[in-house]
């Protein structure tokens, strides 16, 4: 089966840093709408899609984080550039000359300064760029920034989603593309039974630590939880096998462990045994850093969860732009619906 490439192209390009959700979630209300489901948001943000399942003695989480990494102003300077603050992780180096969006009273577009390479010491172009070096210009002066833009406006990359061979190319795939897994999950799922209760949760603030999934598992306490969301790619040249992670076209991610949590090894076990016999790619993802919505889930429910995760695999992750694999983003469907399809087919006692 093909992907919807005109959804996925809308989840990643509609804007939503960390803390500033809000389009990305009347986006997904507005997809989900006429779907079996009970939608509601907590106070922090988190949307959550109750399906009902046969039996309520159980209950299954699913968390996809709507949030993208960006910027927030932090002081608008006599000639009317702006400083900026991180709000998640970046690789500085790729920000050069790249256009953003300010999302003040109105959008507008500015690109990232920094110090042309002509006027650079020697010394100063053999260290890497750092963020304090960079600033937005909006091409404009403060006056009229200051009627736009104040202190605390968020800024968003600004980057198309692009077909490129096999693959779509965009800012925001982490963690648009694994939203996109999640709403077509509950789509395909319309009007069939499944066995538990099951909260399809989009989730905010997980690239400033995973805030929303802490909440979300607090109240709903599930007993199962799968944590939907990227995964590294370092399948380029130069890469060693071992520092690889994931290859782009070889499967869904299996998540063994990252840097937050250790699956549980029932779940991962279940997650092998269903790709196997449903022909489903599939492939181990180990991260050695970096966290993800697992840990919160696991963690934070009453008695904890049987934990596991579905990764899509992504190159250039944390950069401008992003790059996932069609056939993967499918498999990461075909897999998390397999697995809320037969949780109540399988031992889950410890042995």
């Known amino acids: 089966m093909s992907i919807n490439v005109n ?11 960390s803390g500033f959700e809000q389009k990305v979630r009347e986006l997904i209300t507005k997809e989900l709408s006429g779907c079996d489901l009970s939608l509601y948001t907590d106070h922090m943000g988190n949307l959550v899609a ?16 709507m949030d993208e990494i960006g910027f927030i102003v932090k002081q608008i300077d006599d000639n009317g550039f702006l400083k900026i603050h991180t709000v998640g992780g970046f690789d500085p180096k790729t920000l050069t ?13 500015g690109v990232m300064g920094s110090k042309p390479i002509h006027i650079m010491s020697p010394e100063e172009r053999t260290k890497p760029a750092q963020i304090h070096d960079y600033f937005v210009d909006l091409g404009l002066p403060k006056s009229e920034v200051e009627k736009v833009v ?5 800024i968003t990359r600004l980057s198309e989603l692009l077909e490129l061979g096999e693959c779509v190319n965009c800012k925001s795939i982490d963690n648009r593309v694994a939203v996109f ?11 069939k039974e499944i066995p538990f209760d099951f909260y399809g949760v989009f989730t905010v603030q997980e690239e400033v630590g995973t805030r929303g999934a ?3 598992a607090h109240h709903i306490s599930p007993d199962f939880s799968f944590c939907i969301d990227t995964t ?5 040249p130069g890469a060693k096998p071992e520092e690889m992670v994931t290859k782009l076209g070889a499967g869904v991610g299996i998540k063994i462990m990252d840097g937050g949590s250790i699956c549980d090894y029932r779940m991962v076990r279940f997650m092998k045994d269903l790709a196997k016999q449903h022909n489903v790619k599939w492939q181990a993802e180990i991260l050695p850093a970096g966290g993800t919505d697992t840990a ?7 008695n904890g969860t049987i934990a596991g995760a579905v990764s899509i695999p992504t190159r250039h992750i944390h950069s401008h732009i992003e790059m996932a694999n069609k056939a993967d983003i499918r498999a990461n469907i075909d897999l998390l619906k397999l697995c809320l399809e037969n949780l109540d087919n399988y031992d889950w006692s410890f042995k």
Do not use: W, Y
């Open 7 to 17: 959804l996925l192209k809308a989840c990643c390009e509609v804007p939503g840093i």
């Open 50 to 65: 109750l399906k009902k399942g046969k039996s309520s003695t159980k209950k299954v989480m699913a968390a996809a984080h």
């Open 97 to 109: 000359a790249q256009r953003v969006v300010v999302h003040g009273s109105k959008d507008l577009i």
């Open 150 to 154: 104040e202190i605390g406006t968020p």
């Open 181 to 191: 897994v999640l709403i077509e999950t509950l789509k395909e799922l319309n009007g």
């Open 214 to 216: 802490h909440t979300a």
């Open 232 to 236: 590294i790619a370092f399948d380029t």
């Open 296 to 302: 919160g889930m696991q963690r934070m429910a009453t």
